[in-house]
């Protein structure tokens, strides 16, 4: 894994994983947040706490990344009527008397950056992803899933 992409994992994580333990400190801040149709808002808050937590903390253990992964992907969908609603309504959070407008929009396409950056650690390492040699000895011998060609060293 490059430098640059375990530094943005390391962020990733605590990312989540910090915006897990506000959700749990703070439930409050979250309430507005919530649509109305949606039941058991204050239980619904500290569930995407805990998830964000296990998530964040899972996603830097190789052995569960790409679990953590999907489950930040699949997070991030459940958590955007929240953000709609938020957008939808010019919901104000934090104790403010209105809400903050066309940020609200602004903010709405980043989930989908959010959800590019877990999917980012959905795919295998390529390190660990077996490849066929791309020209020279062995290149239309062995495709994936094949035994490779003597000498690669693969296998």
């Known amino acids: 894994m490059s430098r640059l992409r375990r530094v ?18 703070d439930p409050g801040f979250y309430v507005p947040m919530m649509p109305p149709y949606l039941p ?32 930040i992907i699949l997070l991030l969908v459940a958590i955007f009527p929240a953000n709609l609603h938020i ?33 980012w650690y959905t795919f295998s390492s390529p390190a660990v992803r077996p490849r066929a040699p791309a020209s020279g000895y062995g290149a239309a011998a062995w495709t994936p899933g094949s035994s490779p060609p003597c000498g690669s060293g693969r296998g």
Request: proline share 4%; charged share 5%.
């Open 8 to 25: 943005l994992l390391w962020v990733m994580g605590m990312f989540y994983a910090g915006s897990g333990v506000i959700h749990l400190v």
């Open 40 to 71: 058991w808002h204050l239980g619904l808050i500290y569930l995407s706490g805990l998830a964000e937590i296990v998530l964040g903390v899972a996603v830097l253990v190789p052995a569960t990344r790409r679990v953590a992964a999907w489950g």
């Open 87 to 119: 957008a939808l309504h010019d919901v104000p959070l934090g104790g403010r008397a209105q809400g903050f407008g066309i940020w609200n929009w602004v903010r709405l396409p980043f989930q989908a950056v959010f959800i590019a950056w877990a999917c």
